[in-house]
């Protein structure tokens, strides 16, 4: 099982990115699926998970109204769109499957698959 993320990159606050997870070796349509991040001397948190059952979605307060997750089971791809972001938003960001649950907004750090990372850097 391999997940790997991209379109991580540098832009300025109020700008925006997209990221994308591929996977292989895995089918995104039997997990729910996922972006955490970690900023620099904090822990890894939760921003937002996805329901390939039913489309259900949970996103962290700190991202709600600007971030947004879908999912391409077809391809096995996972997608966040982010917009207007700010420094804050700096951070390393995870693609996962099988590590969150969009109706609790319970996000889990064992037990599933992760990505490698792709960092994000918003300029103030």
């Known amino acids: 099982v391999q997940l790997v993320e991209s379109g991580g990159g540098l832009v300025q606050a109020g700008g925006s990115l997209r990221l994308s997870c591929v996977g292989s070796?895995?089918?995104?349509?039997?997990?729910?699926v996922g972006w955490f991040r970690q900023a620099p001397g904090k822990e890894r948190e939760g921003v937002t998970c996805?329901?390939?059952?039913?489309?259900?979605?949970h996103y962290a307060d700190s991202v709600k109204g600007r971030f947004t997750i879908s999912s391409d089971n077809i391809r096995d791809i996972v997608y966040l769109q982010m917009n207007n972001l700010e420094p804050d938003d700096s951070a390393v960001y995870y693609c996962?499957?099988?590590?969150?649950?969009?109706?609790?907004?319970?996000?889990?750090?064992?037990?599933?698959?992760w990505g490698q990372g792709t960092q994000v850097t918003v300029s103030s």
């Open positions: 996962a499957a099988g590590l969150c649950d969009p109706y609790s907004g319970s996000y889990y750090y064992v037990g599933g698959f």
């Open positions: 070796g895995v089918l995104f349509e039997n997990y729910n």
């Open positions: 996805f329901s390939n059952s039913d489309g259900h979605k």
